[in-house]
């Protein structure tokens, strides 16, 4: 009896089928971190790679119901991280790892930033449909804010010239990648609104991992846009990519080339509005034609022949001369009145005929003043002389003349009563022709 007849046998099936049994009923699912090679992207969506770090790999492979829904495109050479389970390929008997997800091994971070940024901005109201205004269905200029080597711009400029290519476009270049892109990006669009040429701006760019999107999750992109007088259109990445800038701008677009079909005018509706255009032209052009065939029908009732309508101008040229003759020889008449008059007015009042009168009214003046001026002076004389008098009589000096006099010290001050006074002291005596220098002897009080 041959070996392969006995009852403890396995086929090579049964025992990988077994050795499966046991890795994937023993291991869970497990977070699994590593650098992605030997990539392959089968055309049925399935992915295949080795997952590998710096002393062991392991085959990987994950299948197109969960390779569709990836944010992440995986590339060789990328550190990720997998959530993943094990199992074995029983046509090989291979060991390897059915990935459920996989992320970027820093995506980790970052979407823990991304979920931050998103709830303060939703607290704030930016993500508001209330705040966003209409995109224009038939802009007069289209602004791009987007890299000018990038996929984006071609994607955009190819739709615009095959759908609106009479619209002109206007590219706000920066980087859409990188540390610094986010600052550009956002100075781009402040450019953009101080230019203000354009009526809509499409910010984006092509797809790219967690890390090559970040500059429009970044905050100050967000402002840029939330800040902006012209509507936003974001278009970044593919349709399974979402930023912060979606959520803030106006409008979202899945690709850069749906946001390009999204702000060209649609050309049955632009036909549609032309042609309502051109039959209301139309209809006021035949308006106006009827208006003014009427006021022609009307003008050609009223004319007559030019010859007879000249001999009635010449009629009225020649009322028109008679009557300006006549007025013109009654104003020389009235004028040649007006100046015969002023000349006998002037004769009257010619200088030499009253210089005459003045001169004697002027001596008979000058008389009369030298008359007033001796009398006032007279009578100033008088007055004066009168105050003089009086005021003799009142007079310090009139009063001395009569025995009385003024004593006072030697430092010129009166003395009012005898006992300013001092026995031996010098004092002067006023009287009323003149001053005696005295020396008071004893002093005696007035009732002694």
């Not at 006549?326 to 009235?334: D, G, K, Q, T």
Request: glycine fraction near 6%.
């Amino acid at each position: 009896m041959a070996d392969t007849d006995r009852p403890d046998v396995l086929s090579v099936s049964q025992f990988n089928r077994r050795v499966q049994g046991l890795i994937e009923g023993s291991i869970p699912l497990s977070w699994i971190e590593g650098e992605i090679s030997n990539l392959v992207a089968a055309a049925s969506g399935h992915l295949y790679f080795t997952l590998k770090d710096d002393e062991s790999q392991v085959r990987a492979a994950m299948f197109r119901g969960r390779s569709r829904f990836l944010g992440t495109r995986p590339r060789n050479g990328m550190l990720v991280r997998v959530r993943a389970r094990p199992s074995l390929y029983l046509a090989r008997g291979e060991y390897q790892l059915i990935v459920e997800h996989l992320e970027d091994a820093g995506q980790g971070s970052l979407q823990r930033a991304y979920e931050a940024l998103k709830a303060r901005l939703a607290t704030e109201g930016l993500f508001d449909a209330g705040r966003k205004r209409p995109i224009p269905r038939f802009p007069r200029a289209i602004g791009i804010v987007t890299s000018p080597t990038g996929a984006a711009i071609h994607d955009i400029l190819t739709v615009l010239r095959r759908r609106a290519p009479w619209i002109p476009l206007v590219l706000y270049p920066t980087l859409v990648q990188g540390r610094e892109a986010a600052l550009g990006i956002a100075s781009a669009i402040a450019a953009a609104n101080r230019r203000a040429e354009v009526d809509v701006l499409i910010v984006g760019r092509g797809g790219g991992s967690l890390e090559d999107l970040w500059p429009f999750n970044e905050e100050m992109v967000a402002r840029a846009i939330v800040a902006s007088d012209i509507p936003v259109i974001s278009a970044v990445g593919h349709e399974t990519d979402v930023t912060i800038s979606d959520f803030v701008a106006d409008l979202r677009a899945p690709t850069p080339s749906a946001a390009a079909e999204r702000v060209a005018p649609p050309r049955d509706e632009l036909l549609a509005r032309i042609e309502a255009s051109l039959r209301a032209l139309d209809r006021h052009l035949r308006g106006v034609l009827q208006e003014q065939a009427a006021r022609l029908a009307l003008a050609r009732k009223g004319l007559v022949r030019p010859d007879r309508r000249l001999r009635e101008y010449g009629q009225a040229f020649d009322e028109l001369d008679l009557r300006a003759r006549r007025a013109l020889r009654a104003r020389l008449a009235e004028e040649t009145t007006r100046l015969a008059d002023l000349s006998r007015r002037l004769h009257q009042a010619s200088p030499d005929r009253a210089l005459p009168a003045r001169a004697e009214q002027a001596d008979a003046l000058r008389a009369r003043l030298a008359r007033a001026l001796s009398a006032r002076v007279a009578r100033q004389r008088l007055a004066l002389e009168a105050a003089g008098a009086r005021l003799h009589t009142v007079s310090p000096l009139a009063t001395l003349s009569r025995g009385y006099a003024i004593v006072s010290d030697a430092s010129g001050t009166v003395l009012r009563s005898a006992a300013e006074a001092s026995v031996g002291q010098r004092i002067s005596a006023r009287l009323g022709d003149g001053t005696l220098d005295c020396r008071v002897e004893a002093i005696q009080a007035s009732g002694d």
